[in-house]
Structures are given as C-alpha cells and as structure tokens.
C-alpha cells in the first residue's frame, strides 16, 4: 500500500496549483487524509484534513485560500491552492497519519515540491 502526490511545482506569488494525492493498494475513501509540509530546516507543518465524507478544516495559514476535496471513484484526494505566497514553499505530503504528526506513523508519500518565488 502506498500513497503518491504529484501536481507540485514552481509558481509565481498569487499563481495556483492543484496536487493530488493517489493510493494504491488500499482504499482512499476510507481514510482521513491530512495534508502536510515541510520547509527546509522547518518541522512538519499540518495544512488541512479532509474526512470521509468531505469535511474539511485547514491550518489558520492557509483558510481561504487552499481547498481539500476528494474523488474517491479515483482513490484520489486533492489540493487546491490559491493565491499561493512564498511561504507556502514546502515539500508537501498526504497521509493518513494523524495529529500529532508522526512519518512513523500511517502510511505517507514521497511529497512533491512546491515552490514560490517571483
């Protein structure tokens, strides 16, 4: 069982950027997927969570801004990230890990980079 992101990238202030976040080997519908970063030099910082049906809550960083949804005909949970700044660059990781975060615990992927600068 696994999980990969993609959809990471480089972008300019206010620029946007969906990730994705696709299992295999496991169903996606039945987990809470939480969204996770990690900045150089910095701890893990959780951005948002999204339950199994839908529900959503966000880092107060990133509210109104950045928008979880999940499509679980795809085994896929998304990211969408609005008006991105340049402290939003990160490597960015789904989980299903909860809070306190742990990469000990549930299952991770390998992140994918997203950077923002002018």
């Known amino acids: 069982a696994q999980l990969v992101e993609s959809g990471g990238g480089s972008v300019q202030p206010g620029g946007s950027l969906r990730l994705s976040c696709t299992a295999s080997g496991f169903t996606l519908s039945s987990s809470y997927i939480n969204w996770v970063r990690q900045a150089p030099g910095k701890e893990l910082e959780w951005v948002s969570g999204i339950n199994l049906y839908g529900v959503t809550t966000y880092a107060d960083s990133v509210k109104g801004r950045f928008t979880a949804s999940r499509e679980n005909a795809k085994n896929t949970v998304y990211l969408q990230m609005n008006d991105l700044k340049s402290e939003d660059t990160a490597l960015y990781y789904c989980?299903?890990?909860?809070?306190?975060?742990?990469?000990?615990?549930?299952?991770w992927g390998q992140g994918t980079q997203v950077t923002v600068s002018p």
């Open positions: 989980t299903t890990g909860g809070r306190p975060l742990s990469r000990s615990q549930g299952y």
